[in-house]
């Protein structure tokens, strides 16, 4: 049996879930977050209390860029939940896949970081470019796996 092999034949396929989870995390965790920076907006006087309820621009820069931050996360990280759920469907999880998973996920938490901290967008864009790239990997491996079937 090939190294390959063994670690395919060990590895539990519901493992995938963990860098999943960890990824829900992170977006309730930035839900948190941004409760806390806005009721410190708010106890600061620096929101418009007449706009809140229906302008982002109501809100200080503080509490925007956690919010769009948030937003992020259901953007790209969504085709990640769906590429973790179809290659757990077809069973085609291996040692590989779970490196990307956790790299992916990995990808975002800095991402995360950076853009609810320094938000410095050349740093910021190469952290989402790598996580990107890693999904065109997964996207094309998850590709091959179905039409071999």
């Not at 590895?11 to 948190?32: D, E, H, K, R, S």
């Not at 209390?49 to 919010?67: C, F, G, K």
């Given at each position: ?42 106890k600061q006087g620096t929101v418009d209390e007449t706009r809140r309820a229906l302008h982002d621009d109501a809100w200080p820069d503080s509490v925007m860029q956690v919010n769009n931050c ?80």
């Amino acid at each position: 049996m090939a190294v390959d092999e063994k670690l395919e034949f060990d590895m539990n396929n519901n493992y995938l879930f963990l860098p999943l989870m960890i990824q829900v995390a992170l977006t309730l965790g930035l839900y948190i977050y941004l409760g806390i920076v806005k009721s410190r907006a708010t106890k600061q006087g620096t929101v418009d209390e007449t706009r809140r309820a229906l302008h982002d621009d109501a809100w200080p820069d503080s509490v925007m860029q956690v919010n769009n931050c948030i937003r992020n996360q259901f953007e790209v990280p969504v085709l990640f939940y769906v590429l973790t759920f179809v290659l757990w469907s077809i069973n085609s999880v291996n040692i590989y896949i779970h490196a990307a998973a956790w790299l992916f996920v990995f990808s975002r938490i800095v991402h995360a970081l950076i853009h609810t901290r320094s938000n410095h967008v050349p740093l910021r864009r190469k952290i989402f470019t790598i996580g990107c790239f890693i999904l065109i990997g997964m996207t094309a491996f998850t590709t091959i796996k179905i039409l071999s079937a």
